[in-house]
Nanobody
Framework: QLHLVESGGGSVQPGGSLRLSCSTS????????IGWFRQAPGKEREGVSC????????YATDSVEGRFTISRDNTKNTMYLQMDNLKPEDSAVYYC????????WGQGTQVTVTS
């Protein structure tokens, strides 16, 4: 069992920013597709953004395009999700994942955007 540890969630006002982190000490993130999902109450889990290992490209769902940025620091074995200009509809539990022999998930971190 591989472990991903998330941090960085919290509560912020609309228009604010948060940066989520997801790290592991058990394998190198640079060799795999990595990304973030989110799940709001009563809704299905939604893919937010990812870095595809095969084509090295970054993908983001339309609703966060231009506001959220996924990145990876290979020296720290950590991925990030920089979230700017947050909106109330971004409120959800955010989960990082890594696609290795199967998909491993972080424990989830709550993001709440409210005035």
């Amino acid at each position: 069992q591989l472990h991903l540890v998330e941090s960085g969630g919290g509560s912020v006002q609309p228009g604010g920013s948060l940066r989520l982190s997801c790290s592991t000490s058990e394998f190198s993130l640079e060799h795999y597709t990595i990304g973030w999902f989110r799940q709001a109450p009563g809704k299905e889990r939604e893919g937010v953004s990812c870095i595809n290992h095969n084509d090295r490209k970054t993908y983001a769902t339309d609703s966060v395009e231009g506001r959220f940025t996924i990145s990876r620091d290979n020296t720290k074995n950590t991925m990030y999700l920089q979230m700017d200009n947050l909106k109330p509809e971004d409120s959800a539990v955010y989960y990082c994942y890594v696609d290795s022999d199967h998909r491993y998930w972080g424990q989830g971190t709550q993001v709440t955007v409210t005035s």
